[in-house]
T-cell receptor
Framework: GNSVTQMEGPVTLSEEAFLTINCTYTATGYPSLFWYVQYPGEGLQLLLKATKADDKGSNKGFEATYRKETTSFHLEKGSVQVSDSAVYFC?????????????FGTGTRLQVFP | KAGVTQTPRYLIKTRGQQVTLSCSPI?????VSWYQQTPGQGLQFLFEYFSETQRNKGNFPGRFSGRQFSNSRSEMNVSTLELGDSALYLCASSRGQGARETQYFGPGTRLLVL
């Protein structure tokens, strides 16, 4: 079946460090891929998405490229801030595309220290 | 534009009781999806409604049910509550035109079953 695998956390970084959170997926057909972020006590916010192979999603300095050949969608940011501390979820939606169902990874907690 | 709202935000119930959670989508959105978030199982899809019809359903027992009204507002009901139903229940809305669309999440309802 369809699934998403994320790297285990927590990821602990100093401010201005480079961030990578790995995400790989298994899906039939051509899924759409998403990164969501969850701040403490809140719901999920879409961070970025990509709907076809080689697309690059970007937002607030975060980037991820849809790599079909490696079935990956790794999240990167060149210089993290304390305010980026949150839990990050990789997710996919797979055909049939007439549904909103999202399949999530387990989430990766990011902690950024000044 | 107002975001997705969920009521109540917090709820405490005892085993065997039933509970109803409410979700108001973003204006103009016709699709509402529900997810359960727990530390052990992560984010799991419950069901999705589009134009008052259930379009997709996750792998949950029949104690979990939902409905959608003509104004797109949705409710989910859990009957005969069990301790394991303690979770954050998240609602998401979208225009419902396919899985490539962005889903917008509410802040969630945190349910504690004693």
């Amino acid at each position: 079946g369809n699934s998403v695998t994320q790297m285990e956390g927590p990821v602990t970084l100093s401010e201005e460090a480079f961030l990578t959170i790995n995400c790989t997926y298994t899906a039939t057909g051509y899924p759409s891929l998403f990164w969501y972020v969850q701040y403490p006590g809140e719901g999920l916010q879409l961070l970025l998405k990509a709907t076809k192979a080689d697309d690059k999603g970007s937002n607030k300095g975060f980037e991820a490229t849809y790599r079909k050949e490696t079935t990956s969608f790794h999240l990167e940011k060149g210089s993290v801030q304390v305010s980026d501390s949150a839990v990050y979820f990789c997710a996919l939606s797979a055909p049939p595309h007439n549904t909103d169902k999202l399949i999530f990874g387990t989430g990766t907690r990011l902690q950024v220290f000044p | 534009k107002a975001g997705v709202t969920q009521t109540p935000r917090y709820l405490i119930k005892t085993r065997g009781q039933q509970v109803t959670l409410s979700c108001s989508p973003i204006s103009g959105h016709r699709s509402v999806s529900w997810y359960q978030q727990t530390p052990g199982q992560g984010l799991q899809f419950l069901f999705e409604y589009f134009s008052e019809t259930q379009r997709n359903k996750g792998n949950f027992p029949g104690r979990f049910s939902g409905r959608q009204f003509s104004n797109s507002r949705s409710e989910m009901n859990v009957s005969t509550l069990e301790l394991g139903d303690s979770a954050l229940y998240l609602c998401a809305s979208s225009r419902g035109q396919g899985a490539r669309e962005t889903q917008y999440f509410g802040p969630g309802t945190r349910l504690l079953v004693l």
